[in-house]
């Protein structure tokens, strides 16, 4: 199995930044990907990025292109980032690290990914 904590949520201003963390744990070898997800109130689970865990290969949803960058430490090789620039109000959510075990194109379903984090909150005020 593939344990994943998330970190470094928070209170941040619209147009601020907050970096998140994702360290995985266990049976690392085995992900083939990791990815970001958020859940805001009363909505469904969506995806963020995605990167690819030998490749360094990343996607991104559109709300999230060129304001989010996913990347994985090349030094401790086990955790993965989410820096979160130009915060908008509608980012606010619940944020979720995921691992997926499948390799191939990164994807952004939900299913896609086996095992998931406890979330960390991210809040943006006006």
């Known amino acids: 199995q593939v344990q994943v904590v998330e970190s470094g949520g928070g209170l941040v201003q619209a147009g601020g930044s907050l970096r998140l963390s994702c360290a995985a744990s266990g049976r690392t070898f085995s992900a083939n990907r990791m990815a970001w997800f958020r859940q805001a109130p009363g909505k469904e689970r969506e995806f963020v990025a995605a990167i690819g865990w030998s490749d360094y290969i990343n996607s991104y949803a559109d709300s999230v292109k060129g304001r989010f960058t996913v990347s994985r430490d090349n030094a401790s090789r086990n955790t993965v980032y989410l820096q979160m620039n130009s915060l908008k109000p509608e980012d606010t959510a619940v944020y979720f690290c995921?691992?997926?075990?499948?390799?191939?194109?990164?994807?952004?379903?939900?299913?896609?990914?086996?095992?998931w984090g406890q979330g960390t909150q991210v809040t943006v005020s006006s």
């Open positions: 995921a691992a997926g075990l499948r390799g191939g194109p990164l994807t952004s379903g939900v299913r896609d990914y086996d095992y």
